[in-house]
């Protein structure tokens, strides 16, 4: 890839803002950072406002966003909610999926995500019926992302039960491998090697896999060392029905299992025990949070200060795509906090952006990631500083100006890889996103 310098007006450096950053990319990475820059050097890329590392959103599931402003009609629960995305993920293609998918990570791109965590299940044809390729739907998903210009982690899920001892429903059968071996040897063929993609694992739900079965698949991760990402106590439906079958919660499950650990990431875990909590932070497990989503569906508000006090590392995802807009999920999970307890100022913004970046890159195994310094991937993004929402703070304030003022309307540019894939607000590898986006969804309706 050519090397390209970037003249950055204002850059977050880990721990401040400095005014004129040089930043110089080559072969993908960073190659060199050069501060007190006053103006930018002849043939840079300038790049006006704030510009951040890259964001990582570490939990999407990417057809959700066909669901986007038709299940906030009426009320209804969680599980009505599912029936509905069961109906969509029913009318899915592996050539019907690249097109949403394309046009929801160039989304994504419009919104700063350098790179995604995809928690992807729906692995077969309706019915349970097998593609000539076993992974015809997770190869789609890293063909968009690819074409997107994002990175993804493909958390490819074992999902083989619809409940304690029960036999996927019909809706599920496309979900199912049969057992976690024909998972792990399915999933085993999924391509490595690949500059943009990463291929994960993920446990569905303690619901989802037979407890017989879930260190087969924590083990398939840890033989290589990759990522393993599990929904975890989002409902407290879920805790109920694991007391009533294990004598215990999701979490204990998981740690008898085998599942826990530094390379493990929970997402929601929304309603825990004190012991749940110990057991997440003593063994290093990461909590995802999903603050939009979690209030969309009336999930709760998750104790994420007490589980990083612990010792777990947070990161942020987008889920079902209420919105895709990490700034938010920043924001909203110190402003969930603060109703949760009536006190401000839980995490500092420096703290709620590493969620966003840093954390989120390690919790999908791009450790190389998320930080505006040399040999990291050369993967940022700039929010706009003379916005309404963004103008008036002064830029050494740029952190709090991100997490707490800006959108994903503000983004004016993402870099990925040292490839500018939005300039001044336009994706330059998907020309018209809103109308990619109405095609894709229209095509499920059809």
């Known amino acids: 890839m050519t090397p390209t310098t970037y003249w950055l007006e204002h850059a977050w ?38 510009t951040l590392p ?36 029913a009318q899915l293609t592996p050539d019907s999926y690249h097109e949403l998918a394309r046009a929801v990570y160039a989304e994504m791109a419009l919104a700063g995500i350098t790179c995604v965590g995809e928690f992807h299940y729906l692995h077969h044809a309706p019915g349970g019926g097998r593609y000539a390729d076993p992974n015809a739907m997770g190869e789609a998903l890293i063909a968009a992302a690819g074409e997107a210009g994002i990175r993804i982690t493909l958390l490819d899920t074992a999902y083989l039960s619809s409940g304690f001892g029960e036999p996927p429903n019909r809706q599920q059968l496309r979900f199912s491998d049969g057992d976690a071996q024909g998972w792990a040897e399915r999933a085993a063929q999924l391509k490595e090697g690949r500059a943009h993609a990463r291929i994960g694992a993920a446990v569905h739900s303690v619901r989802a896999v037979p407890a017989d079965q879930l260190r087969t698949v924590a083990q398939w991760a840890q033989d290589r ?3 393993l990402h599990v929904h975890l106590s989002e409902q407290t439906a879920e805790n109920d029905a694991c007391l009533a079958a294990h004598g215990c919660t999701p979490t204990r499950l998981l740690a008898d299992h085998g599942v826990l650990g530094p390379r493990t990431t929970a997402v929601h875990a929304t309603h825990l025990t004190g012991e749940d909590i110990r057991l997440l932070g003593g063994s290093g497990t990461g909590v995802c949070m999903c603050p939009t989503t979690e209030r969309d569906l009336a999930d709760g508000i998750g104790p994420a200060t007490t589980v990083q006090e612990a010792g777990s590392p947070l990161s942020l995802g987008s889920d079902s795509h209420a919105v895709i807009d990490l700034f938010e999920e920043a924001r909203a999970m110190e402003l969930d906090e603060r109703l949760r307890t009536r006190t401000r100022g839980h995490w500092t913004a420096a703290a709620l952006l590493r969620a966003a970046s840093a954390d989120g890159h390690r919790a999908l195994g791009w450790d190389d990631a998320g930080a505006l310094r040399t040999g990291a991937l050369a993967d940022f993004t700039t929010i706009a500083l003379d916005s309404v929402r963004t103008a008036g703070p002064l830029p050494r304030l740029g952190a709090e100006t991100a997490v707490f003022a800006a959108t994903n309307a503000d983004v004016r540019h993402t870099v990925v890889g040292g490839r500018q894939v939005v300039r001044d607000g336009a994706h330059t590898l998907v020309p018209d996103v809103p109308a990619a986006l109405a095609a894709a969804i229209d095509d499920l309706r059809a």
């Open 54 to 89: 890259g964001l990582a959103n570490a939990h999407s599931h990417a057809f959700h966003r066909a669901l986007r402003g038709t299940v906030q009609v009426g009320s209804g629960t969680f599980w009505t909610w599912r029936e509905v995305m069961y109906a969509t993920a």
């Open 13 to 50: 450096l880990d721990t401040h803002v400095e005014p004129g950053v040089v930043v110089e990319t080559g072969d993908g990475r960073i190659t060199a950072v050069r501060t007190g820059v006053e103006a930018p050097p002849p043939g840079a890329e300038i790049l006006r406002g704030l």
């Open 225 to 227: 060392e990759a990522p």
